[in-house]
């Protein structure tokens, strides 16, 4: 059986820089303490993780997430402590992508080594917000976009190491495959 990390990885050697489905939103300033509570960060299990992601906010927040392949949320999405438990959980729950106002930093970068899909998109998470709050999500990191409610909203591109890194499902991935022997017998592959 498959990971998360390497389904995403597969999806992404596949050509399918596109993830997205049923969202689920938040507001401003989620802290990284109510992501996944500092008590299970004993784990690195994803799918163990994922069964206490949110879990603060009640068995129905956390049943709706794992219903969800995009998180939506305000301002300030990750902050608190640095924990990359915070993105592996999402993965384990079957999240696809973070799309949000803004990020921590740290948030940001442990997302996109760990395989997750950050994007500070403002006017992609308005427009969820004026067609209700809920509704499918599309987002293409290669190309720089987001649909939602019949629209399309453009976000700064990524460069091409992060997108390197998404598409090998994460950062460590990506560096066993850089550090990996070639046929030719020379170290790292070529993209």
Not at 71 to 76: D, E, I
Not at 129 to 136: H, N, S
Request: aromatic share 6%.
């Amino acid at each position: 059986m498959s990971t998360p990390t390497q389904d995403a990885a597969a999806d992404a050697a596949a050509g399918r820089h596109r993830v997205g489905g049923p969202t689920i939103t938040f507001g401003e300033s989620v802290n990284t303490d109510v992501i996944i509570p500092g008590r299970y960060l004993v784990s690195i299990d994803p799918a163990e993780l994922a069964e206490h992601a949110f879990e603060p906010l009640g068995p129905e927040v956390q049943q709706r997430l794992r219903a969800s392949r995009i998180v939506v949320a305000g301002r300030n999405f990750g902050c608190g402590s640095a924990r990359e438990q915070a993105a592996t959980c999402l993965i384990g729950a079957g999240v696809q992508a973070v799309v949000a106002t803004s990020f921590s930093r740290v948030f940001f970068r442990n997302a996109i080594n760990t395989g997750l899909v950050a994007v500070e998109c403002p006017d992609a998470v308005a427009a969820l917000e004026a067609a209700g709050g809920e509704g499918d999500m599309w987002v293409d990191y290669d190309a720089g976009t987001v649909e939602v409610a019949g629209r399309t909203f453009h976000f700064a591109p990524y460069p091409q190491g992060l997108k390197d890194i998404l598409d090998d499902g994460g950062l460590i991935p990506h560096l066993m495959r850089d550090s990996a022997p070639s046929t030719t017998g020379q170290e790292g592959a070529a993209r």
